[in-house]
Antibody, heavy 120, light 110 residues
Framework: QVQLVQSGAEVKKPGASVKVSCKAS????????MHWVRQAPGQGLEWMGR????????NYAQKFQGRVTMTRDTSISTAYMELSRLRSDDTAVYYC?????????????WGQGTLVTVSS | EIVLTQSPATLSLSPGERATLSCRAS??????LAWYQQKPGQAPRLLIY???NRATGIPARFSGSGSGTDFTLTISSLEPEDFAVYYC????????????FGQGTKLEIK
């Protein structure tokens, strides 16, 4: 069965960087885009970007351009999201999500989420 | 960039009642619209894709409709487990590649 398992919670100071991992299993990792979506406490969902695990190509939301880097390691079926120059308003749960087959742009599987807390 | 506006922000209903949730796009998104359900402390769950197709394992009481700019999620008869937050989401049809979520509708027990 498809599973996306994310790394554990992180606490970071303002200005630092954080790198969250998402290990995929149960399907061909290189066959589906992987997205990153975040959710600040009590707020809605916010798209950060996506990576093509086959080519490594990325598309980032304009808001995060220059601060976010999405990578992957196909040998261990793992995607990564690194966010730099952290601020207090980056405190959120970060999710990886697999884009479903087809052209509709929806997400059929999600990771469990990783809480990133930014605090001095 | 396309903006998705969901209404109402909060919907108070009782089990057994019919729920109608709306999602309006600032410009046409064709039928590339999805709906998700999120419960506290959980990741979102895909309910509907391509505006009207139920995802695997989703009960028949959930249905989606609409195209262009106006979309609706209907829950025909609310079960206790349906009280949650619902989000619509779309993907841009042309560059730049952008995926957008609505701000959510909270469905609460009356």
């Amino acid at each position: 069965q498809v599973q996306l398992v994310q790394s554990g919670a992180e606490v970071k100071k303002p200005g630092a960087s954080v790198k969250v991992s998402c290990k995929a299993s149960g399907y061909t990792f290189t066959g589906y885009y992987m997205h990153w979506v975040r959710q600040a406490p009590g707020q809605g969902l916010e798209w950060m970007g996506r990576i093509n695990p086959n080519s490594g190509g990325t598309n980032y939301a304009q808001k995060f351009q220059g601060r976010v880097t999405m990578t992957r390691d196909t040998s261990i079926s793992t995607a990564y999201m690194e966010l730099s120059r952290l601020r207090s308003d980056d405190t959120a749960v970060y999710y990886c999500a697999r884009e479903a087959p087809g052209l509709y742009g929806d997400y059929d599987y999600w990771g469990q989420g990783t809480l990133v807390t930014v605090s001095s | 960039e396309i903006v998705l506006t969901q209404s109402p922000a909060t919907l108070s209903l009782s089990p057994g009642e019919r729920a109608t949730l709306s999602c309006r796009a600032s410009q046409s998104v064709s039928s590339y619209l999805a709906w998700y359900q999120q419960k506290p402390g959980q990741a979102p769950r895909l309910l509907i894709y391509d505006a009207s197709n139920r995802a695997t394992g989703i009960p028949a009481r959930f249905s989606g409709s609409g195209s262009g700019t106006d979309f609706t999620l209907t829950i025909s008869s609310l079960e206790p487990e349906d009280f949650a937050v619902y989000y619509c989401q779309q993907r841009s049809n042309w560059p730049p590649i952008v995926y957008t979520f609505g701000q959510g509708t909270k469905l609460e027990i009356k």
